[in-house]
Each structure stands twice: as C-alpha cells, then as structure tokens.
C-alpha cells in the first residue's frame, strides 16, 4: 500500500498535536512505503499524475523522521495518496484536487477530491437545515445587518474562515452592527454567514471524528476567559467528553451521505447538539481523541482507506 501524503513542509508539523503525522507512522508501521509532498510538487504529463516526492521514515529520535530524495514518483505506483494540505482553500488547492482528481482513476485519494471540491465546511452543512442552527449567507451588508437584528443575537463569520477567523458576536441595536455588516462582507463584495448565537457555546465546541460515516472520536472544545471562541489556538482547551442522543442523531443523518461521497475522514464541529461545520478538507483531533478515549484512530482511519482501496481498484499492486 505505497502511500504519498501530500501535506504542507513536513518539518514544520506540530508531532504532537497532528493528525496527518500520526497516519504517517501508522502506514510506516504497516511496512508500506510512504512519501510526502507539497502541492506544487504536483504535475501532470499526458493525463498522469506525477510528484516530486521525499521518502519518509519514522524515527526514535529527534527529528523523529528521515525524509530522502525528492524523487520522482508516478501517482498510478500509490494505492493510497492523501489530501492533506491545511487551508487556504484558495485556487492553488483547487487545482491541486483537480490533479488528484485526475489520478484518481488509477489509486484511491482521500479524501475523494471531488468530495473536496464540493464540500465546503460552513456550507455543506446547510445541506441538512434542521440540523443547524438557523443561518443565512450573503453578501449584502443591508442583508446581514437586518437578519441580527431579527434574530436578536448573532454571529457573523466569513464563509471560508477557519481557526476562529473573523467570527464575531453581535446583536439587535449594537452601535457597531453597520460596520460589522461592511466589514465581513468586504463592503457587499463576499459572502458573510449570519447565524443564530447559541450561548451552549459556554459548555464547549464539540469536534466528531467520524470514520468512513461512523462517529469514533470525540472531544470538547472549550473557550477559556478571553475569548468567545472555541477555537484550540485562540485559547480554548481541549476536554473529553460524551456524545448524546442529539450528537448521534445528527451523525447518524449525515453519515450515509459522507460514506457515499469518498468522505472517510471527516470532522464536525457541533455546538449544543446543532450543527456548524462539517470538516473533509484536512480536518484534525485524532491525538486528543486518542489520548481522551484510549482508542486509535489512526488504524480505524488507514483501514477504511484501504477497504476503500480494495472496492475501487481492486487487490491488485
Ligand atoms: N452560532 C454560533 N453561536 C455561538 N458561537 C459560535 C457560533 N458559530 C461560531 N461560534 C464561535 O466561533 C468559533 C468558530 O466558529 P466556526 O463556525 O467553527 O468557524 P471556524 O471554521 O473558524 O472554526 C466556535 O468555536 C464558537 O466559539
Ligand atoms: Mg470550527
């Protein structure tokens, strides 16, 4: 299962908070070759996919990994080629899921990149409304102004924020609202999302792993003192928790539809049982749910890739 990770610069990973790094080592412990790359290593002859790729060890001592070459390496040669690249999501991402895209007629890229392409976090969950709280998108300051002040109290965010970005609070009557509404929407020019304050947000930030549709991780986000958000690098800790009927119920609906669509590695974040975003790009957590849960979701993760593997391209390489 020669596997190409294709990831941001490997020595500026976070070992101990990344998830990519730990289906790295789970691949190496299975014995199979794996390789990394960056984006623009990427490049395709003829319809083929091609990487400019290093060769990755795991090791025991700092820096915990040997990383040879680059060398050239043919897509087609991997069964499992990764999609790892942090955000942005801007028109470099997309074109490298569209060289994925292209490669995936001859291995197996997981996330599906037309998954990718068609999911993007804040928005794909509108796919299921009742899920989440209410929320409009748009790019009309007078818009977004006057729908915090129908529902009273709100949060605007940018469509494609990630980390905390940009999220803020308001309400009817704030002096700032105005402002806001052209801010976050760039003067009328991008599209801001509205949507209803959930003041659970106190009790934490849930973050679902699930694996190919099945929920098998969990943790709690919780903002600190200074900040609102439960966002880990803005202050927020990260604390175990359980999942309740509402969590499961919400898994069990978008499940089937992310299993469907190539999704097998998948976070959502879930504030007072409803729904905000649905994480497929390179979405993270596996270390807290593994130290939290005492499970591995590194081996549940690389085992639905490979059955994914199997039903796709068969047993054969
Ligand atoms: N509807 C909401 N009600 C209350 N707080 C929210 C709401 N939406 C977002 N937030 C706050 O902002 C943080 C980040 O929001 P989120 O939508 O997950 O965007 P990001 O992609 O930047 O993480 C959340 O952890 C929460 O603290
Ligand atoms: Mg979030």
Redesign the pocket.
Same mark, same amino acid.
């Given at each position: 299962m020669r596997s190409l990770f294709v990831m941001d610069p490997l020595p500026g990973i976070d070992q101990a908070g990344d998830s990519t790094w730990m289906l790295m080592l789970e691949s190496r412990r299975r014995g199979w070759p794996v390789h990394w790359c960056e984006p623009r290593d990427l490049y395709s002859q003829g319809g083929d996919v091609f990487a400019r790729a290093h060769g990755f060890e795991g090791l025991d001592q700092p820096p915990h990994y040997r990383s040879e070459g680059p060398t050239e390496l043919a897509l087609a040669d991997c069964r499992l080629v990764w999609m790892r690249k942090d955000p942005p999501i801007d028109m470099d991402y997309f074109l490298c899921t569209y060289l994925l895209d292209l490669a995936a007629r001859r291995t197996t890229v997981l996330n599906a990149p037309r998954a990718i392409q068609l999911a993007n976090?804040?928005i794909f969950a509108l796919h299921f409304p009742e899920l989440c709280?209410e929320t409009m998108v748009s790019a009309d300051p007078a818009r977004v102004r006057a729908e915090v002040e129908r529902m009273g109290q709100a949060?605007i965010?940018p469509w494609d $924020?990630?980390?905390?970005?940009g999220?803020v609070?308001t309400r009817a009557g704030d002096p700032n609202l105005g402002v806001l509404a052209e801010l976050l929407t760039d003067q009328g020019r991008r599209a801001a999302i509205v949507?209803?304050?959930?003041p659970a947000?106190a009790a934490g930030?849930k973050r679902i792993i699930l694996v190919d549709g099945e929920p098998r991780g969990w943790l709690n986000?919780v903002?600190g003192p200074r900040d609102?958000? $439960?966002?880990m690098h803005v202050g927020?800790s990260a604390q175990p928790c359980e999942l309740d009927d509402r969590d499961r119920s919400i898994c069990d609906v978008i499940g089937p539809s992310l299993k469907e669509h190539g999704m097998i590695f998948v976070g959502i974040?879930v504030?007072g049982g409803l729904l905000?975003?649905i994480n497929v790009t390179s979405p993270t957590g596996i270390q807290e749910a593994n130290r939290f849960m005492g499970v591995t979701l590194e081996r549940d993760i690389i085992d639905a890739a490979v059955r994914r593997a199997h039903l796709q391209h068969g047993d054969e390489a």
């Amino acid at each position: 299962m020669r596997s190409l990770f294709v990831m941001d610069p490997l020595p500026g990973i976070d070992q101990a908070g990344d998830s990519t790094w730990m289906l790295m080592l789970e691949s190496r412990r299975r014995g199979w070759p794996v390789h990394w790359c960056e984006p623009r290593d990427l490049y395709s002859q003829g319809g083929d996919v091609f990487a400019r790729a290093h060769g990755f060890e795991g090791l025991d001592q700092p820096p915990h990994y040997r990383s040879e070459g680059p060398t050239e390496l043919a897509l087609a040669d991997c069964r499992l080629v990764w999609m790892r690249k942090d955000p942005p999501i801007d028109m470099d991402y997309f074109l490298c899921t569209y060289l994925l895209d292209l490669a995936a007629r001859r291995t197996t890229v997981l996330n599906a990149p037309r998954a990718i392409q068609l999911a993007n976090e804040k928005i794909f969950a509108l796919h299921f409304p009742e899920l989440c709280p209410e929320t409009m998108v748009s790019a009309d300051p007078a818009r977004v102004r006057a729908e915090v002040e129908r529902m009273g109290q709100a949060v605007i965010k940018p469509w494609d $924020g990630c980390g905390g970005r940009g999220v803020v609070i308001t309400r009817a009557g704030d002096p700032n609202l105005g402002v806001l509404a052209e801010l976050l929407t760039d003067q009328g020019r991008r599209a801001a999302i509205v949507q209803r304050y959930l003041p659970a947000i106190a009790a934490g930030d849930k973050r679902i792993i699930l694996v190919d549709g099945e929920p098998r991780g969990w943790l709690n986000r919780v903002p600190g003192p200074r900040d609102h958000r $439960g966002n880990m690098h803005v202050g927020a800790s990260a604390q175990p928790c359980e999942l309740d009927d509402r969590d499961r119920s919400i898994c069990d609906v978008i499940g089937p539809s992310l299993k469907e669509h190539g999704m097998i590695f998948v976070g959502i974040d879930v504030i007072g049982g409803l729904l905000t975003e649905i994480n497929v790009t390179s979405p993270t957590g596996i270390q807290e749910a593994n130290r939290f849960m005492g499970v591995t979701l590194e081996r549940d993760i690389i085992d639905a890739a490979v059955r994914r593997a199997h039903l796709q391209h068969g047993d054969e390489a």
